[in-house]
């Protein structure tokens, strides 16, 4: 196994693709992560927060559209995912430049 950091890096850059492609910001880290698990050291667990990551806000994201029918509740919803989905691959990419693992919040390990 080999340490790449600036691959780890992309790994997370590249959830941010959801901002002009709904789905490409799964599929992108999902490729990178499974081409790359058993070639660079620590991917298999930063691939795996990313996974957990974007399935959770994609979960929580449709839990928010029926709220919208309820004052407005599903749109605040929106807008805060929103956020947190481009805030926090941001950090977490320079986190994994860094050498330490990611952090990201409201995540159900449903890959562990």
């Known amino acids: 196994m080999k340490e790449n950091q600036q691959l780890l890096v992309f790994l997370h850059l590249s959830q941010l693709l959801n901002v002009f492609s709904g789905f490409l ?3 992108v880290p999902l490729v990178i992560w499974q081409t ?4 660079v050291f620590e991917m298999d667990a ?3 927060a990313v996974m957990n990551f974007q399935i959770s806000v994609f979960i929580l ?3 928010c559209i ?3 029918l309820f004052f407005g509740l599903g749109i605040v919803g929106i807008i ?3 956020i947190i989905s ?8 320079i986190r994994a430049g860094n050498g330490t693992f990611p952090n990201y919040p409201l995540v159900y390990k449903f890959i562990d």
Do not use: E, M, R
Request: proline fraction near 7%; hydrophobic fraction near 55%; aromatic fraction near 4%.
């Open 46 to 48: 930063h691939g795996k």
């Open 61 to 63: 994201a449709l839990c």
């Open 25 to 27: 910001g799964i599929i």
């Open 36 to 39: 790359n698990k058993k070639l």
């Open 80 to 82: 805060i995912l929103s």
């Open 66 to 68: 029926p709220l919208i």
């Open 86 to 93: 481009i805030v926090f691959p941001v950090l977490n990419a």
